[in-house]
């Protein structure tokens, strides 16, 4: 299997920052995508890495390193909306998208 | 625009029903994907559709689960003789070239439904 892992809950304060990492099988890498999901929502798209590096889209940033099977997600300036389930998704070859089990990521005043 | 819808929203079968979920992609967008969500987990790959052609079904856990895309637009999953284990969210995703070539690219992002939560009972 692809072997995406993420951690399962995280805390975090009101304002502060989080990282939410994910790592997955490298073999056959096609791209990497974070998607925000709210308890009985549609999973919304956040961002998509394919190359080394850094992409920041405002409050959010994400990170990838192809060699070490890594990513995350960086979340700044966090508001109590921010709330919600981050799963992190792998292409691998075709279309489809494997997603990791989630992280609950609970914003606290 | 309008998003990617699902029909209906909700829906309680007792074992051994059928069902049919219904799913109306954002106008325009060329491929389609049915996933299955566990509670607390994350989506699961089900099928794939290229306009009306099904090019990937691997992710089917049965034949009891059918889709179909006849006219390249709406789509149907339908679920024969439904058991617990059915119990889940299905959600549809579109997406549509992000290139000017006209052919997909696995770099295309996928936009989800609400999903449809199923309970059989």
């Known amino acids: 299997g692809q072997n995406i892992d993420q951690p399962t809950e995280m805390t975090a304060t009101e304002g502060a920052i989080v990282q939410i990492n994910c790592t997955y099988q490298?073999?056959?890498?096609?791209?990497l995508f974070w998607y925000q999901q709210h308890a009985g929502e549609a999973p919304t798209f956040l961002s998509y890495?394919?190359?080394?590096g850094l992409e920041e889209k405002g409050r959010f940033s994400s990170f990838l390193s192809r060699s070490k099977g890594y990513s995350y997600l960086l979340l700044k300036e966090l508001q109590m909306k921010d709330s919600a389930s981050y799963l992190c998704?792998?292409?691998?070859?075709?279309?489809?998208?494997?997603f990791g089990k989630g992280t609950s990521l609970l914003v606290t005043p | 625009g309008a998003g990617v819808s699902q029909s209906p929203r909700y829906k309680v079968a007792k074992r051994g029903q059928d069902v049919a979920l219904r799913c109306d992609p954002i106008?325009?967008?060329?491929?389609l994907f049915w996933y299955q969500q566990a509670l607390g987990q994350g989506p699961e790959f089900l099928t794939y559709?290229?306009?009306?052609?099904?090019?990937?079904k691997s992710g089917l856990p049965s034949d009891r689960f059918f889709a179909e895309r006849p006219e390249g637009s709406v789509s149907t999953l339908k679920i024969q003789r439904t058991q617990q284990e059915d119990s889940a969210v299905y959600l549809c995703?579109?997406?549509?070239?992000?290139?000017?070539?006209?052919?997909?690219?696995?770099?295309?992002?996928?936009?989800f439904g609400p999903g449809t939560r199923l309970t059989v009972l």
């Open positions: 995703a579109s997406s549509v070239p992000r290139g000017t070539s006209g052919k997909m690219e696995s770099t295309d992002t996928q936009y």
């Open positions: 490298t073999s056959g890498f096609n791209g």
């Open positions: 890495n394919v190359l080394d």
């Open positions: 998704a792998v292409r691998y070859s075709g279309y489809a998208l494997n």
């Open positions: 106008s325009g967008h060329v491929s």
């Open positions: 559709f290229q306009n009306e052609a099904q090019l990937d």
